[in-house]
């Protein structure tokens, strides 16, 4: 018995260019960027003063009853958004005989948004000047008269999880992974795997992230990760660019509901598109750098393949390489871009130069862990309507960088099969390829 | 049909020790690792007890290759534990990896080695962060300020501050450490998360995409924020200086108060059956037959009140029993989550006897968490540790403390002996409602 197909039936984002997917897609289309000054706290004098924020986003109109969610903090509220709207697309409401017991979750959700003020204030209490040390039972007595406990016990990361499971009854197989970057794209590759099993009917999958918290800025900026053109944001994140020196941070949230074609066809559900590959990979080299010839990535890239059945090196009767987009992980850091465009000539040789890949980190921000999956998104609705999102920001090509990166502005093409790919701080690989729904 | 998987070596870090042997002596001895807290001054602390790993029994600069031991200053106590564990694994198992030396010839082909390991949320390591934090005080003793710290003040944090604390950190290491570089994934499901990813690694290797994976999980909330959170979330018994530590945590008894923290948990090795027979095994404890996942429902959003109509704990297992194409009488011993915190208890009772019936009270538990204390996202893997080492040894542990067992499970006090273990069921159920069962059967 061959393995169950697996199909998109619905997809749902909040992230910086707005809360449904229209409206971000046609901005994403236009080349819009979503950076804007840091107003979570006062990041007037850090190092990098502005970020690409989900605005305006009100998830209470989107839950059955907003009170049980009253703790939730925005990584929260973004997956219970995405997550209605995936859930609504996909009709499952509708379908009366719905197993709730046969539907999973999979998510790639960061942790919470750290109280800071009263954590910085606990443990400066805390502080023994003679030690130089934190005395446990100062810290306490602060700790106990100045921390939130809700607010604290949804700080886990598997509390984006533990809200869409009570939000929509479900009762499956529920996971949690938290890959840094790559995390989201690893959570639909695994609810894939997992469908693929027959251990579920119907996986909800997808992330939600913010480090847009002073703890999270400050993390990236001791990194030098982040770019520091605080007088030119709207230019600031510029992958494949020679000129690129660091990625922007965003937030928000993606979700899809991944479901066997036979689930969906039973229940008269349209899949938007198939999920035919999926590889994972560790680098195993550094905690800090990636493997100078991308050894990880390419292996990735190369797996996903594999399982989907694609020859890299192939052409069809029109000359056309057997991918028509790849969406990038294209941080906009110096390494990330030369090593991703190094791995996709590794696996892809000849065909490389054809295959367009761009990054709408230049327009959304980098996500973190929700990066991924709203990049997959991105490739379903390249399909649907044969058009392709760009790289803004791309002026300077970088000699190194010779791939079609679809400089600055959206394009027509022939869009069947689209690759993404995720790669995480630390090491971790995720590839992805979707293609049109086929019969 | 799907290849088998089997439990190949084993590295369990917990209280008790370093390895299987140390854990299974202290098991089997019923000896109680619970002490007073060291790791900072838990006077504030309604739960002043828990299961920490003395330093004369760990220290991560002797498991990690010379090469490597700069990188230790860039790990937080959860990642040691974690390269911990996963030496002791490797050794158990009798794995050549990388670890040996770059000139090594690994045992399992870098390509093919696939590592999973749970994680939790990593508090930042007070002391370290704090004395950052207090150069940005507007005066001497005064409150904080924002513009001195975004100028000046988060410059005394390390450059590489924030990469101590990325969960995906003990998986790095690890990967690095001993070069696997096949799938690989950090579960964050707290006290499920070492559970799952054993399932991860299972789904792993059947898929072809690994012919061996590390795989458990591993964490440490012995720090000021991870305590006071575990006290929020009611999960800790109240244990002023002066009461009897062995005795606090009492699994599924009647007078159940709560558990208490442990550090560590640990990583397995889970094989395909092919390679483990074409390298000669050193050992195979069991086979890792059926495993299955399930979410709770519950009346609140973060999984705190989940009531006996809630539990999904009971589908969990009944799946993974029909996955290991296994019958509810074959299962001996069952190594529940256990952990004396009483509303989890209730709930974990409820979902064994849905399953056995009136057999529920004549199966044996397993219980680690009066021993070693709650490890959170590596308490999975202890109990793993532990069911597979009585199935290799027919050999039921001791179990402590508990003396009017609820619903008539067997949990009561009694001392290690010898048994007829066929095959034997893991139970986890996190905070959040996350719940996951594994069937282990002797190879």
Known sequence: MSEPRVVITGMGWVTPLGHDLETVWKRMLAGECGMSRIDRFDAETFPTTFAAQVRDFDFTGLVDDPQVHAGAGLNIQYALGAARQAWNQACLSSHSKLNRRRIGIYLGAGEGIIDFPNYAATNIAG???????????????????????????????????????????????????????????????EAVSILRRGEADVMLSGGAHTMLHVLGVTGFNRLTALSRRNDDMLHASRPFDRTREGFVMGEGAGLCVLETLDHAKARGARPLAEILGYGSTADAFRITDMHPEGRGPAAA?????????IDPHARDAEGRPPVHYISAHGTGTKENDSIETLAVKTVFGDNAKRIPMSSIKSMTGHLIAAAGVVELITCVLAIRDQMLPPTINHREPDPELDLDYVPNVARQAHVETCLSNSFGFGGQNDTLIVRRFVE | ?????????????????????MLWAGLCEGRSAIRRITRLDPSGFPCQYAGEIPDELFDVKSVVPKSYRKATKVMARDIELAVGAAAAAVADAGLITKAAGED??????????????GAGLIAAEEDELTAALVTSRAVEGGEFDLKHWGATGMQNLTPLWLLKYLPNMLACHVTIIHDCEGPSNTITCAEASAMLSIGESQRAIQRGAADACLTGGAECKLNTMGHLRQWFARRLAPAKEGVDAATIVKPFDRAANGAVLGEGGGLIVLEAEDSAR?????????????????????????????DEQGESISDAIQMA????????????????????????????SHAIRKVFCDR???????????????????????????????????TMPARINTHHAIDGLMANAAPSHSAKLRAALVISTGMGGQNAAVVLRNA
């Open chain 2, 321 to 348: 029993l029909e996955a290991a194409k296994t019958r509810p009488d074959e299962i001996d011993c069952i190594a529940p989550f256990g952990s004396g915190i009483a509303a989890v208890d209730r709930i974990e």
């Open chain 1, 127 to 189: 502080w023994d000047e003679a030690t130089q040390k934190v005395d446990g039972r100062k810290w306490a007595e602060a700790g106990f008269r100045l921390m939130n406990p809700v607010r604290e016990i949804e700080q886990e990361a598997n509390m984006p999880l533990s809200h869409i499971a009570r939000e929509f009854g479900v009762r499956g197989p529920a996971y949690n992974c938290l890959t840094a970057c790559a995390a989201s794209t690893q959570a639909i590759g």
């Open chain 2, 360 to 394: 529920a009270g004549r199966i044996p538990l397993i219980t680690t968490i009066a021993n070693v204390g709650n490890t959170t996202a590596g308490s999975g893997a202890v109990s793993v540790a532990a069911a597979a080492m009585a199935l290799k040894t027919q």
């Open chain 2, 278 to 306: 074409a390298r000669n095994a050193a050992r195979t404890y069991c086979e890792l037959a059926g495993f299955a996942a399930s979410q709770s429902y519950s009346a609140d959003a973060t999984g705190t009140e989940i």
């Open chain 1, 301 to 309: 890239i190369q797996a996903a393949l594999d399982e989907a059945g």
């Open chain 2, 104 to 117: 090594a010839t690994p045992t399992i082909p870098p390509a093919r080695f696939g590592c999973h390991i």
């Open chain 2, 1 to 21: 049909m799907r290849t088998r998987t089997l439990i190949t070596g084993l590295g369990p870090i917990t209280a008790l020790g370093v390895g299987i042997d």
